[in-house]
């Protein structure tokens, strides 16, 4: 047989999760590729939960994928809580649907009942892997005869109902991703079209569904690739209507291995609470197995027009965290005001006013990926007037170049001396000060409270780009920001941040008598050429 697609009925595709846990990336991307492939054809897009597993199906795994797709703005046309006439788009209410299937395969005699027991299934497949041989059901119940067969339903032993494979037959599709596939009848075996609780099995609710409720094309994990032939013979022998199938290639981590929270956040909802956005998240998924030529963050109209299954790689799909990241800097710094004072809603203080909110809002939010890294600079902004400053807490990105490599602190100070000069709030007892102010010709008075340090010219062009690199910047962008929001310009700060990334020269001093120090050494005057100290009040 060859199953070819609906050549003139408009594009209907579906998503039909299982609520057996979290929403993760892989079905959200399936879920995804659906509904744009919908949107792109003028089609129409269905949700369809596949409930039929009685023991692992949650209904609060039901309600938390749909608010997970909601968030990442994939909506449906027609789904559990939009009946259209074709529903119910839970499988667990369509038992009786399927019994009227059942029983008309069962009139054609296309499937019979199969009385073997689990222990009996598994002895058969050890001993066909152990004789080299594929396993497939061995037809133990095939072949029983009318009497057989009533002696052993009048027993206590519940049977499944099987399809019987017809043999001798070539089986070939065409998959949108893959191209031409063929299977013989033979190595596919008789299967379980309904379990011994009475449910209907997943190839053939699967199937049946599909052709019931009009699905004209089928995309999904290619791990469901070999569960097509079967659904095929399924729908050929109800004389259904077949749709297209394609299957797109699995996710898998950085290392090839497949996609798991070892690789980071495996769960949409993982990345929700981390404070991710919705629109980072889509538009990195759009490109994981689809390539594409307009760059850039897209709105869900430009991927819907750019979306193309010819464009489907059968490669594994890599998931970078990392270039998650990009698009989530991307979509931050396109947030327009009252949605990024929102997004940072949750590390604000309570009852701060609009315009404080507003303010902070804008000035951290380019510094910012993640709505937590707002934390520190929120208690250093609007903390306790006694509260400990300590810079060291935040240092956690410091001496690392553009590739990830540690610096070295030799580097790292080269850099600090060649390109800026600063001031550092310290306390003379800091530990490490003095020796590490040796390192650079200068002392500390006894009873200083800040050290000027001049600029030198050094040519070092690797130090250069350490020490503005992006790596570097979490930090830096920190400290320029709190140095900003207690008023000093945008320039003499930058000079000011020099030796604030290196933790023996950091030390703890009440916050409120930092920021008096801040505002006195702002208007201070220094000299060019000399190392200046400022002696203590």
Known sequence: MRASAQAVAPVVTRFAPSPTGE????????????????????????????????ERSVDAHTRGLMADLRWLGIEWDAGPDREDGLGPYRQSQRGARYAQELAALERTGAVYPCFCTPLELSLSRRAQLAAGRPPRYAGTCRALTESERAARLAGAVSPTLRFRVPGGERIDFIDMVHGLQSFLSDDIGDFVVRRADGTAAFFFSNAVDDARMGVTLVLRGEDH??????????????GLATPAYGHVALLVGADGTPLSKRHGAASVRDYREQGYLPEAIVNHLFRLGHSSAPHGLLTREEMAHAFDPAHLGRSPARFDEQQLKVWQKDAVHRLPAAAAREWLAPVLPAGLDEQSAAAFTAALLPNLL????????????????????????????????????LLSKAALMDATRSYMKGLI???????????????????????????????????????????????VGPIDESQ??????????????????????????????????????????????????????EPAA
């Open 425 to 471: 709030i310290i306390e003379p007892t800091a530990v490490g000060t003095d020796s590490f102010l040796g390192e650079f010709g200068m002392n500390l008075s006894k009873g200083a409270r800040a050290v000027a340090i001049p600029s030198l010219e050094i040519d070092q062009p690797d130090c250069r780009r350490a020490a503005h690199s992006s790596s």
């Open 225 to 238: 690739l070999t569960n097509t032939p079967r659904q095929l013979l399924i729908l050929a022998a109800l």
């Open 370 to 405: 993640l709505p937590g890294d707002a934390s520190p600079w929120v208690e250093i902004v609007f903390g306790a007037r006694d509260q400990l400053f300590d810079l060291t807490s935040y240092t956690r990105h410091i001496g690392r170049d553009t590739t990830g490599n």
């Open 23 to 54: 929403l993760h990336l892989g079905n959200a991307r399936t879920a995804l590729f659906n509904q744009l492939l919908a949107r792109r054809a003028g089609g129409r897009f269905l949700l369809r939960i596949e409930d039929t597993d009685r």
């Open 480 to 533: 320029l920001f709190y140095l900003e929001s207690r008023g000093i310009g945008s320039e003499e700060a930058r000079k000011m941040i020099v030796l604030g990334f290196l933790e023996p020269v950091v030390a703890r001093v009440p916050l409120e008598s930092a920021r008096e120090q801040l505002r006195e050494l702002l208007g201070a005057k220094w000299d060019e050429g000399a190392v200046a100290a």
